[in-house]
């Protein structure tokens, strides 16, 4: 069990560029979270997903985002037309069914 | 929706000393409140967690108390050492009824050797 892990680490980006952030979660875990996490605040909740259902999604996922986890494993989350407003961690996580969540190192994201 | 308010935002704590970090939250339905330790440039790690069907939970130096008529939880972690320094984080959800974490703001954990 390798953990949930991330790619990339870290990201810096221009403003008005697209970017794609990835997630491999721990394997067998059935649901996958994507959550946002800014300095000096906790983490935010994104979105989440089934299997491969995208079941829920939050009001902070504007248009510009899109979340995919087409085989049920891993996850992607692109960013479109990037705005410094978007600067943060964003930060993964896994869990079989409703139990514990486990999070990655998450990937951070610098929009110049 | 549910809403976490966690205190302090910072603690300074001398080496083998307590310390208690409270959060309260909103959404009765709640039943599920785990606490994660995060270090710099890392992710939340998973410390202890607490079922609203107990009241408390201890996992050697680290302990939660859960008062579900209050909506209050707590961590405490005792004989507490340097390597404890770190952002603590509470968080609520509804379990299997709709698992979404929500987090508190953090508390700074400082202990000072």
């Known amino acids: 069990d390798t953990g949930v892990s991330q790619d990339p680490r870290h990201k810096i980006t221009k403003r008005g560029q697209n970017v794609t952030f990835r997630c491999d979660p721990i394997?067998?875990?059935?649901?996958l979270y994507w959550y946002r996490q800014t300095l000096g605040q906790g983490p935010e909740f994104l979105t989440y997903f089934q299997n491969e259902a995208q079941l829920e999604k939050s009001r902070l996922l504007s248009d510009r985002f899109s979340a995919e986890r087409p085989k049920g494993s891993f996850s992607t989350l692109e960013i479109q037309r990037t705005e410094q407003g978007d600067s943060a961690m964003y930060l993964c996580a896994s869990s079989l069914s409703w139990d514990t969540q486990y999070f990655g190192p998450g990937t951070r994201l610098t929009v110049l | 929706g549910e809403n976490v308010e966690q205190h302090p935002s910072t603690l300074s704590v001398q080496e083998g000393d307590s310390a208690v970090i409270k959060c309260t939250y909103s959404?009765?339905?709640?039943?599920?409140f785990p606490w994660y330790k995060q270090e710099l440039g890392k992710g939340p790690q998973l410390i202890i967690d607490i079922r609203s069907n107990v009241g408390e939970k201890k996992d050697q130096r680290i302990a939660v108390t859960l008062n579900k008529t209050a909506k209050h939880f707590s961590l405490h972690i005792t004989e507490t050492q340097p390597e404890d320094s770190a952002v603590y984080f509470c968080?609520?959800?509804?379990?299997?009824?709709?698992?979404?974490?929500?987090f508190g703001a953090g508390t700074i954990l400082r202990v000072k050797s």
């Open positions: 959404d009765s339905a709640s039943n599920y």
């Open positions: 394997s067998e875990h059935n649901r």
């Open positions: 968080a609520a959800s509804r379990g299997e009824y709709g698992n979404k974490l929500v």
